[in-house]
């Protein structure tokens, strides 16, 4: 296979695969509530691709409120209890638009897979899902060092298809993760309206837009040298 040939994919999972993000939502407000402190779908937008006690840090410091470590892990503990309670009853129906075709055709073309999730729950997800066949690797969070913004996650699962970061394609729907693949020399693809302002080479509001075709005109323009991004984005 050629150098600028597109070799492989790698997936956020929350947002990009599974419409999940509603369900972090309910999951984040349960711990605004318990703090006191209010708590919107923006902010929850913002926490996509970030650690858990992070997370209570992030939803803590909107109400000025200071927490010992302990609480912080304990909220964190807690949040995510409630998070496995809702993603049990998931199913097929909750793949995002576009998604299933999607894993079909690179798995028709060769074209490698890999979830990189900030998720400890992404295994549970995919197997909810039903589209654990379609990955050739799911990164095993708990043993990246950095989380998103860090590049870690997706230099590790890029390791672990065998595959150069520079035959890569990275989809993202935070801001962190977008960050994250920018640090490296894969094509990055923001999926969102939220997006809009970030840096990347090429952005769509749905992944209804997510086509493997434009995928791979995405990655030889990219690779040339041409502003894709620039040329086509949906509105």
Same mark, same amino acid.
């Given at each position: 296979m050629k150098k600028e040939e597109l070799q492989a994919i790698i997936f956020d999972l929350d947002g990009v695969i599974a419409d999940t993000v509603h369900l972090y939502y309910k999951a984040n407000k349960k711990v605004a509530d318990q703090l006191n402190v209010s708590f919107s779908e923006e902010l929850n937008q913002q926490l996509q691709g970030i650690s858990r006690v992070k997370t209570v840090e992030l939803i803590a410091a909107q109400g000025n409120?200071? !927490? *010992?470590?302990? +609480?912080?892990?304990? !909220?964190? #503990?807690?949040?995510?209890?409630?998070? /496995?309670? &809702?993603? +049990?009853? @998931? *199913?097929?129906?909750? &793949?995002? $638009?576009?998604? /299933? &075709?999607?894993?079909?055709?690179?798995? +028709? /073309?060769?074209?490698?897979?890999?979830?990189?999730? %900030?998720? %400890?729950?992404?295994?549970?997800?995919? =197997?909810? !899902?039903?589209?654990? $066949?379609?990955? #050739?690797?799911?990164? =095993?969070?708990?043993?990246?060092?950095?989380?998103? $913004?860090d590049p870690e996650i997706f230099l590790t699962a890029a390791d672990q298809l065998k595959v150069t970061p520079y035959a890569c394609v990275a989809i993202e729907d935070?801001?962190?993760?977008?960050?994250?693949?920018?640090?490296?020399? @894969?094509? %990055?693809?923001?999926?969102?309206?939220? !997006?809009?302002?970030?840096? @990347?080479?090429?952005?769509?509001? %749905?992944?209804?837009?997510?086509? &493997?075709?434009?995928?791979?005109?995405?990655?030889?323009k990219a690779r040339k040298g041409t502003d894709y991004n620039r040329a086509y984005t949906k509105n």
């Open positions: 409120v200071r !927490l *010992t470590v302990e +609480k912080k892990e304990q !909220l964190a #503990d807690e949040k995510n209890k409630h998070y /496995q309670a &809702l993603i +049990k009853e @998931m *199913t097929k129906n909750h &793949l995002l $638009p576009g998604i /299933q &075709l999607l894993l079909e055709d690179c798995k +028709k /073309q060769g074209i490698k897979t890999a979830i990189a999730s %900030s998720s %400890s729950n992404a295994n549970t997800v995919v =197997d909810a !899902l039903g589209i654990r $066949p379609f990955f #050739d690797c799911i990164v =095993d969070v708990r043993k990246i060092k950095k989380g998103k $913004p935070g801001e962190a993760g977008i960050k994250a693949i920018n640090q490296t020399d @894969m094509v %990055s693809i923001g999926v969102g309206k939220h !997006l809009k302002e970030e840096d @990347m080479n090429f952005h769509v509001y %749905s992944t209804a837009d997510l086509h &493997l075709k434009t995928i791979k005109e995405v990655f030889e």
